[in-house]
């Protein structure tokens, strides 16, 4: 059977204890009937968003993880400190992530490894450039990133691919459905090439410019399992506008 469907809010570097308030309304507004619901605040603000959660539905993710489980690596975060300070999930391989600090596939997968080590379900993003969408290559890109994005420790646990085309990330374009379909599918059959009956399961979470006005649409598409909303997830209505889309 199929998971219910994620819909995890990205805010970035965005917020300070100010934004509690926001994340007490999401959690009082969010009823997680038809979907999981996540907000992955930036790392220093879990520890407190975690407890203003506790006793809703409502989960807390990183938004980043190093690949090893301690050691001399200054400003970097564990996934057993992510755990330790409340969070269950971890967004993998942002693109933000994979231009600014040169993330390859290889270290996506073994920040991926260093998750499921912790406990912590993996959002592995991965998306194609306008360049590589204008030659023709979103497909064999992306694909390449699900499957090489993807160790074997993965086998048998809980993760989601988010499928985030780097253009249409903070611009307000978003790819057509048909398009968002076209991805979504060859994504799917990737992951059961790969995983087998497992891949079948995996949501496939759609990101880029996701805001209420487009989100039931969007969620409606064939193989779309959820959303990776960055901006629209900073304010309570519009992130609960979102879940109520599901
Ligand atoms: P956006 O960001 O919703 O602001 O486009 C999505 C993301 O980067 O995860």
Known sequence: MAPQPLIAGNWKMFGTSASLGEA????????????????????ILIHRISETLVGSCVLTGGQDVHWDDEGAFTG???AAMLADAGAR??????????????????IVARKV????????EPIICVGESLEQRKAGETEAF???QVRESIP????????SIAYEPIWAIGTGLTPTLEQIAEVHAAIRATLKAR?????????ILYGGSVKPANAAEILAVDEVGGALVGGASLKA????????AV
């Open 24 to 43: 007490k309304a999401i959690a009082d507004g969010a009823a997680c009937i038809r979907a999981r619901v996540a907000i992955c605040p930036p790392a």
């Open 76 to 78: 970097d975060v564990s």
């Open 89 to 106: 999930l971890v967004i993998v391989g942002h693109s933000e992530r994979r231009t600014s600090y040169r993330e390859t596939n290889e």
């Open 113 to 120: 490894q260093a998750a499921v080590r912790a406990g912590l």
């Open 142 to 144: 992306v694909t390449a």
């Open 152 to 159: 074997d420790e993965l086998i048998g646990k809980s993760f």
């Open 195 to 203: 995983l087998g009956g497992q891949g079948a399961e995996v949501n």
């Open 237 to 244: 209505a519009d992130f609960l506008a979102i879940i109520a």
